[in-house]
């Protein structure tokens, strides 16, 4: 009969104990380390990109909101003159000139909706669009004519605003800066501008143009 010395093989060497070494584990800590660390810079350059494109989108989404209420306010000018206070017929239907302190232009448009079905209540609506702290904001009245005392209802369209200008395409295909074209005030000031092209300046993404029609 054969006696094995515990620690030792049939050949008569001494077995390796099992398990790792101290080195070997802070080797296989270290490795570890080092994957965590990159994957916790990898999920954060995701988060930050994601927070990006999400800003940007909403970026996008407020510009194309702006803008098509300004298609809308254009394509629905209604020739309704402005009374003021004493009934006196004061502002023109469009008004884009110097006349409007810190308001780039006014108008009177039509189809105002009354969804909740308030009764008295016009479809005419007298709107305008001003720049102020870098923010371009579109205010309106209930009503058309000037009422003692009655501010407008103002809401933010868009921040970081550097400047907002419009140009407007007479009946002759030139751009004028203002409206009524000063050369012509009275003749047009019924009238409604052929184009109008919005020109803004964003602090983030530079000049951005865009060219409405108007319809007649």
């Known amino acids: 009969m054969q006696y094995r010395i515990p620690g030792r093989s049939r050949t ?6 099992a398990g790792f070494t101290l080195l070997e584990l802070l080797v296989a800590m270290g490795i570890f380390a080092v ?11 995701v988060v930050d990109q994601t927070t990006i494109a999400r800003e940007q989108m909403d970026r996008l989404n407020r510009l194309q909101r702006a803008v098509r209420l300004m298609s809308s ?4 000018l ?6 003021d206070e004493l009934g006196t017929a004061r502002e023109g239907p469009l008004l884009a000139d110097g006349r409007l302190f810190g308001v780039e232009l006014r108008l009177t448009r039509g189809s105002w909706p009354n969804p909740a079905g308030l ?6 609506q007298r709107v305008q669009y001003r720049l102020e702290d870098d923010k371009l904001i579109r205010e309106y ?5 000037h009422v003692l005392g009655q501010e407008p209802r103002s809401e933010e369209l868009l921040t970081g605003v550097n400047e907002f200008r419009l140009l407007y395409l007479d009946t002759q ?3 004028q800066a203002q409206w009524p074209p000063a050369q012509n005030a009275t003749a047009v000031a019924s009238q409604r501008p052929r184009a109008v092209r919005v020109m803004l300046d964003l602090q983030d993404w530079g000049p951005v143009e865009r060219l409405l029609e ?3």
């Open 141 to 145: 009245w209930p009503v058309v004519d």
């Open 173 to 175: 295909d030139e751009w």
């Open 78 to 83: 209604a020739p309704r003159f402005v009374r």
């Open 73 to 76: 306010d254009f394509n629905s």
């Open 35 to 45: 994957i965590g660390a990159m994957a916790l810079g990898g999920l954060n350059a």
């Open 214 to 216: 108007v319809a007649q």
């Open 12 to 17: 008569g060497k001494r077995r390796k104990p």
């Open 119 to 124: 009764p008295h209540r016009g479809t005419l």
